[in-house]
């Protein structure tokens, strides 16, 4: 059962006979998930390394940018898209805007032409993530939400942990042409499974009220979003620092370290995810955020010390921890407190502090890294960190 913004959240009750997961929907979900995960992470990396052999110094940094830049846009206005048109149509059209530029992006090598594709190619992703994102939610049985929601992070990371390496593989083998052909099909394939889907558009005798969706404004505005969102943006701060300078911290005679570092972090994360989704449906998932923020601050800690290789690979293992358990208790958490048409916002604004905290998190890193060194940069890192545990908490006392 799902509560307003500002209604407080009850734990679910446990017993009885639980509601079927995976039922043929959400089976044909996976599908269009897969198939969007797949065609973006083939060429997140592939498409630097064309733009740098095509333009030089710069290129791969700008095509990038290019790509995060309309992510980001198209998750501030998916939202108001999905309300109006459901589900389907948006992520048909994300699909298509995935897929289509894929296929012709060796038509040219120029700088122009290859940050267009990235622009559309971004917008295509953030409609695939917004309207599937809470498409997937009305999919997922209320008291199974936490768990449903750690097995969707299950799929979707799998495909993405698979076709990012893939992808570079590929074009060193076999050029980058069939790479972009072939995320440009894993896109665009995935349309056949969006007709079996259900639409969610408003009907017309909805309830002006209950079933009006709460719009991007509307949800920074209340404490209900904004709060668990902030909280797990300082969690993503951590994690877009993590991979990013974790391989420049570490003494380069130890590069072993970095590589089992980060095969660590993200399998405790997903872990924690499920690990997470199964007692937060059962006891509530609220009461998982401060945990998960401090244990995220304490795996932050732990890797100060950046020669010692067992201090590394713990404190990785801790924050993955933490990272997983903030990642499933705050989704859920932001959906249970919404109703079903304001899914998307709930989407689109999860998804920003996730973008917006690992771009905020590694860019600000580097500068305060050179002026302090990486030591204390990581020791102040799990400090502001901290400062999250703030509203976490009065969220926790006010809603539960």
């Known amino acids: ?65 290019a790509l995060m830049l309309s992510t980001v846009l198209g998750e501030l206005v998916s939202p108001r898209l999905v309300a109006r048109w459901g589900n389907r149509l948006p992520l048909t059209a994300g699909l298509l805007l995935l897929g289509v ?22 917008l295509g992703f953030a409609l695939t993530l917004v309207a599937g994102g809470a498409l997937t939610a009305s999919l997922i049985p209320a008291e199974r939400r936490g768990e449903g929601l750690a097995l969707v992070g299950l799929v979707g990371g799998a495909s993405s942990l698979v076709a990012l390496p893939l ?36 009907t017309a005798g909805a309830s002006p009220t209950s ?17 668990p969102a902030l909280v797990f943006a300082t969690t993503a ?61 304490a795996g932050m800690l732990l890797i100060v010390p950046t020669a010692h290789p067992v201090a590394v690979v713990a404190g990785a293992a801790v924050f993955g921890v933490g990272f997983g358990v903030t990642q499933n208790a705050t989704l859920t958490l932001m959906y249970a407190r919404t109703s079903r048409p304001s899914y998307g916002t709930v989407t689109a604004l999860w998804n920003l502090a996730y973008d917006g905290g690992m771009g905020v ?16 940069a990581f020791a102040l890192t799990a400090t502001t960190m901290l400062l999250a545990t703030a509203p976490a908490v009065r969220d926790a006392r006010t809603r539960t």
């Open 1 to 65: 059962m799902t509560t307003s913004a500002n209604s407080p959240v009850r734990a679910p009750v446990s017993g009885g006979s639980r509601a079927p997961l995976l039922t043929r929907a959400l089976l044909l979900r996976f599908v269009s998930m897969v198939g969007s995960s797949v065609s973006f992470f083939l060429l997140l990396s592939t498409v630097p390394a064309y733009a740098e052999a095509a333009g030089g110094g710069g290129g791969a940094g700008l095509a990038t940018g």
């Open 101 to 122: 530029p894929a296929l012709v992006l060796t038509v040219s090598d120029g700088m122009v032409w290859i940050v267009a594709v990235c622009l559309v190619r971004g």
């Open 237 to 297: 701060l951590a994690a877009g620092i993590l991979v990013t300078f974790l391989p420049l911290a570490v003494p380069s005679g130890s590069g072993w370290v970095v590589s089992v570092a980060l095969v660590v972090q993200p399998g405790a994360s997903t872990a924690a995810r499920w690990v997470t989704g199964r007692y937060g449906d059962r006891h509530g998932s609220a009461r998982f955020v401060v945990p998960g923020l401090l244990l995220s601050a």
């Open 361 to 376: 998190g590694a860019a600000g890193f580097g500068l305060l890294a050179a002026h302090t060194g990486y030591a204390w």
């Open 167 to 202: 992808g570079l593989w590929l074009a060193r083998h076999v050029g980058y042409g069939p790479v972009a052909v072939a995320a440009g099909v894993a896109a665009l394939a995935a349309i056949a499974s969006v007709p079996g889907l259900p639409d969610g558009r408003p």
């Open 211 to 227: 079933d009006r969706p709460l719009g991007m404004t509307a949800a920074l505005r209340g404490s209900a979003l904004r709060r």
